[in-house]
């Protein structure tokens, strides 16, 4: 075993049983198989298979606590109200019309439940202050609605002593010069305070697509300035022994007062167990504290097997360590080849240059972190003018990086396991070159994956209704053109999705009408995607969207095509009715389309379906309007289109009660066949 990561074989052997999974029976025989190479005197051989037993008794005691969380909220109604309670880590993230809070567990009727929760309140909540826990009452379903502020409060409050309570303390004291300065205030929170709820979408944007968001968040890198800001400080003061003491009280606190995410756990892991072997007189490797850290995170925290911030901290400092030590050149291929597959994977995004923009910004940011602790204690508007400036510096430097990013289609689960599997057991049991090579041949293998599933060409005619949530957005491909209606109601979804299904151009993009369930992800998507031509109902187009895709569009210098009765490319035929209807007058003006044995019909209502229904034809599919309400689909409609299968986009346990059971009800009494996004997620269908 190389002696550079002593450590790496048990954290392959914990990490593979996480992975696997299996029962307490289980574990308590691979552990008698560790006892039994104790009395063998194997110990390296015992410590791997303890490790082994060790994830697979994780993994079962996780396995029971899923299951008894499920039977819980399995004997929930979701239509009676509910009290909820759940211990305070975060602040309100305000998104659109909507309030959220995240917990990471909490109590129904006083029934523990382990596992993330999101609390949507549509209205601006109470400051949390210096509160412990929230108790709040409302719907519970996927989440928690929550509709008047009389039905949250807060309990409890943080003791002086409690390093979170210094946090927020901060983030009153700088928190009112937000009413000026929204963006520098923000980022004040996010580099200093570890709180990056207050970030516009933006900032967040700049960052990702230059590949530096972790740099914007305070994480590893801060980190790490500080503990090497402490340990060169009482050095040179000739204090040796008080600087180790102070890194070890350092890596205790930090994770006390940001809150122990991924990147914070990992750097103070990695400091603390560097203090403790110098405490000891044991000096240790950079190796090795890699997988130490990364192997006490997964025993603190299990559930991070499967989370990004986990994912990218450590594959991004393991590729550094093991493949691109030797050269700078190689530690930016390797921070690539590592951090690549994983962008893919869990936000279909790529930002080729990611590290090299990365090299760039560390001393900005690090100027950031300084302006930032500046304002922390002495709050001035002058102060923040200086942090804008650099912010403004490190987003001209993102934006030129912005075109070697994008979107993609994300590496398929088993190639990714495959693949980061095969490197952690190089590093476990290779060394020198031969481990540098197949580390670097393993973690190829994700994106070798994507690179194949992204350019493929489906072949025939297919409909692709998406799953976008609450909202509208249909793919039709034949003969080589695509054809996308509405996009749906969030911008970040629906490129995912199409880079999934090996969309790079689309033809036309058809706007039913500018609501913003339809209408949101289209000024994104025409910004960041080929697109041939935008069509758009000519009546009651106006709003936020509306403005916005038309922006889009005469940035990206796509025409716009305002639909007109009877108009056809494609194959596709659109009806759109020549006056304004009193009633729904946006929901009545959507374009109804015609392609081939498919009728999508956008948001009408009955008022429109009655104009329309005379001179519609048989189509195989109908896209039900308006998400299966019941002002839509009327028994006219059914009579003319005589549908074999019913398409129905809608988000799960959405607050409309979408589809309606009459809707549903006269479906099945017609013998259609219903396919819902809400229950069978994005539905496709082959058409011959």
Aim: glycine content about 6%; proline content about 6%; charged content about 20%.
């Amino acid at each position: 075993m190389p002696h550079d990561s002593p450590a790496a074989l048990p954290l392959f052997a914990y990490a593979a049983a996480l992975a696997l999974g299996g029962s307490y029976r289980d574990a308590c025989g691979i552990a008698a198989v560790a006892i039994l190479l104790v009395a063998l005197k194997k110990p390296r051989a015992a410590v791997v298979t303890f490790a082994f037993a060790a994830g697979l008794f994780v993994a079962a005691h996780r396995a029971a606590v899923k299951a008894a969380d499920d039977a819980v909220l399995a004997m929930i109604d979701p239509v009676r109200f509910v009290t909820v309670e759940a211990p305070l880590e975060s602040d309100w993230l305000t998104r659109g019309d909507h309030t959220v809070l995240r917990v990471d567990e909490f109590r129904v009727d006083g029934i523990a439940i382990h596992r993330p929760l999101l609390i949507y309140a549509r209205f601006q909540p109470a400051p949390i202050g210096m509160a412990t826990t929230i108790r709040a009452e409302g719907f519970l379903r996927d989440n928690l609605t929550v509709k008047s502020p009389r039905l949250i409060s807060y309990r409890g409050e943080l003791p002086r002593w409690n390093p979170r309570r210094w946090n927020r303390e901060l983030v009153a004291r700088v928190r009112p010069l937000a009413a000026q300065h929204p963006v520098e205030e923000a980022l004040v929170e996010a580099v200093a305070l570890g709180r990056a709820e207050r970030l516009d979408d933006a900032t967040r944007n700049d960052y990702k697509r230059g590949g530096t968001y972790h740099l914007l968040v305070f994480s590893g890198l801060q980190i790490t300035i500080a503990a090497g800001f402490i340990a060169l400080l009482l050095r040179w003061l000739h204090a040796p022994r008080t600087s180790d003491w102070s890194l070890l009280i350092f890596a205790i606190l930090a994770p006390l007062f940001i809150g122990p995410s991924a990147s914070v756990s990992r750097a103070s892991i990695g400091v603390g167990v560097y203090a403790v072997a110098r405490i000891l007189r044991r000096p240790t490797t950079l190796e090795n504290l890699w997988c130490v850290a990364a192997l006490l995170r997964l025993i603190v925290s299990p559930e991070d097997l499967t989370n990004v911030a986990f994912h990218l901290t450590y594959a991004g400092a393991g590729a550094l360590l093991f493949v691109g030590k030797r050269r700078w050149y190689l530690a930016a291929a390797a921070a690539e080849l590592a951090v690549t597959p994983l962008t893919l994977f869990h936000f279909h995004q790529y930002a080729l240059g990611g590290s090299i923009m990365t090299v760039l910004l560390t001393p900005l940011v690090t100027a950031m972190l300084v302006v930032a602790l500046v304002t922390c204690a002495v709050p001035s508007a002058h102060v923040l003018a200086l942090l804008g400036a650099i912010h403004q510096l490190c987003s001209f430097l993102n934006r030129l990086a912005a075109p070697i990013s994008g979107f993609f289609a994300a590496p398929p689960v088993l190639a990714m396991a495959i693949g980061f599997g095969l490197a952690l057991l190089a590093i476990a049991l290779l060394r020198g070159n031969w481990r540098t090579a197949t580390v670097a041949a393993a973690l190829a293998i994700p994106t070798v994956a994507a690179l194949y599933l992204g350019t493929r060409t489906p072949e025939g005619t297919r409909l692709t209704m998406l799953d976008v949530g609450q909202g509208d957005a249909i793919l039709y491909r034949s003969g080589g053109k695509t054809i996308l209606v509405d996009g749906g109601p969030r911008p970040l979804t629906l490129l995912p999705l199409l880079a999934d299904r090996g969309v790079r151009r689309i033809d036309v993009v058809v706007l039913s009408h500018v609501h913003p369930d339809h209408c949101s992800g289209l000024p994104v998507l025409v910004a960041q995607m080929r697109v041939g031509e935008v069509w758009i109902s000519p009546r009651r187009f106006k709003g936020d969207c509306a403005q916005a895709l038309l922006e889009a569009c005469r940035t990206a210098l796509v025409p716009i095509h305002f639909v007109r009765d009877g108009d056809t490319k494609f194959g596709m035929k659109a009806f759109v009715a020549d006056h304004t209807f009193r009633h729904a007058p946006e929901n009545n003006a959507s374009v109804v389309l015609q392609i081939g044995p498919v009728l999508l019909t956008g948001d009408i209502e009955h008022e429109a379906e009655a104009e329309l229904a005379p001179r519609l034809h048989h189509a195989d599919i109908l896209k039900i309007a308006h998400h299966g309400s019941r002002s839509s689909t009327t028994p006219p409609l059914l009579d003319a289109v005589r549908p074999r299968i019913a398409l129905i986009s809608c988000g799960r346990h959405n607050i409309f009660g979408h589809p309606h059971p009459e809707v549903l009800e006269a479906l099945r009494a017609r013998g259609i066949r219903v396919w819902r996004t809400d229950r069978d997620g994005s539905v496709e269908i082959e058409i011959r």
